[in-house]
């Protein structure tokens, strides 16, 4: 069993900054992707950042060239590093993993959401 624990969320001005941490633990072969989504009230749940093994990055386009993704593969520990922000970028941010186990099993896992509030 694996578990996503998510830090650093929090109320900011626009134009602020916030850095989003997400640690893995549990039964962990290999890390294939870990990654960023969230969920706006009343809006589905929308890719915000990924970063694949190997080192690929994809970024949802309005995020790009504002937020950063970073991973630090000792540690099972993704970054996202959020700059410039704007009250549309208000919403539960969830961490996602898909991750191999010792079987060689992969599978996907989410974090408990954190909340990011931009305030105008």
């Known amino acids: 069993q694996v578990q996503l624990l998510e830090f650093g969320g929090g109320l900011v001005q626009a134009g602020g900054s916030l850095r989003l941490s997400c640690v893995a633990s549990?039964?962990?072969?290999?890390?294939?992707?870990m990654g960023w989504y969230r969920q706006a009230p009343g809006k589905e749940r929308e890719l915000v950042a990924v970063n694949i093994i190997g080192g690929r990055t994809n970024y949802a386009g309005s995020v790009k060239g504002r937020f950063t993704i970073s991973r630090d593969n000792a540690k099972n520990t993704v970054y996202l590093q959020m700059n410039s922000l704007k009250p549309e970028d208000t919403a539960v941010y969830y961490c996602n993993a898909e991750i191999r186990d010792v079987a060689g099993y992969d599978y996907n896992y989410w974090g408990q959401g954190t909340q990011v509030t931009v305030s105008s």
């Open positions: 549990g039964s962990i072969f290999r890390i294939n992707t």
